[in-house]
């Protein structure tokens, strides 16, 4: 799987939106980017995955560049239960997903 | 509800002692995992399984050892033989291994201190 690059944490004012960067420049064709949160101590939470077009669900949109070499989850009304360590994962193999550090974002009110 | 459950939250056990994680689900899942997450990492993954009486090792599955007599049943046993045993186990699902959109679904994790 190609590997991922996340600032270790950001800020964001509660009721803004939060935009979560993620490089992965050795992205292959037919590798997904996956994002993932975890609250502390809980299990991990699945919020979205897209190949190459824009995708948007009840919990977050992503977007992917054109030349697919990073993306951006965004949290359109951020709020303090949102506070979470944020996992993007690029993948195509089956078996298991390959969590990084992630970002810490820290949504203050 | 379907889910994934866990048991316990909280484990405690002395050194030498072998002891057994709980992971069951309700999903219809054909695939199922186990990670191990130590404080400020990722997680790693240890061993999974894409069917029942089949599961393969992950990255640490040295100490460990798994069975997959049910679908909806993945019990992790932490042997002796595991130098550095607490941590935070998670157990995840996916519902078909193999394809590229898999998605795994998370439980909420077992947190097993050795004393």
């Given at each position: 799987d190609a590997k991922t690059t996340q600032p270790p944490s950001m800020d964001c004012a509660e009721g803004r939106a939060a935009n979560l960067p993620c490089n992965h420049?050795?992205?292959?064709?037919n590798e997904y980017v996956y994002w993932y949160r975890q609250i502390h101590s809980q299990g991990p939470q699945y919020i979205i995955h897209g190949l190459k077009n824009n995708e948007t669900n009840e919990m977050a949109s992503l977007i992917i560049t054109e030349d697919r070499k990073s993306s951006t989850l965004i949290l359109p009304h951020a709020t303090l239960r949102d506070t979470a360590v944020y996992y993007c994962i690029v993948r195509v193999e089956v078996g298991a997903l390959n969590f990084g550090k992630g970002t810490s974002l820290l949504v203050t009110p | 509800d379907g889910g994934i459950t866990q048991s316990p939250k909280y484990l405690f056990r002395k050194e030498g002692q072998n002891v057994t994680l709980s992971c069951e689900q309700?999903?219809?899942?054909?695939a199922m995992y186990w990670y191990r997450q130590d404080p400020g990492q990722g997680l790693r993954l240890i061993y999974y399984s894409q069917i029942v009486n089949d599961f393969q090792k992950g990255d640490i599955a040295e100490g460990y050892s798994v069975s997959r007599e049910k679908k909806e049943s993945f019990p992790l046993t932490v042997t002796?033989?595991?130098?550095?045993?607490?941590a935070f186990y998670l157990c995840a699902s996916s519902?078909?291994?193999?394809?590229?959109?898999?998605t795994q679904y998370f439980g909420p994790g077992t947190r097993l201190t050795v004393l």
């Open positions: 420049s050795t992205i292959s064709g | 309700n999903l219809n899942h054909d002796s033989a595991q130098k550095n045993p607490t519902p078909i291994p193999g394809q590229f959109t898999d």
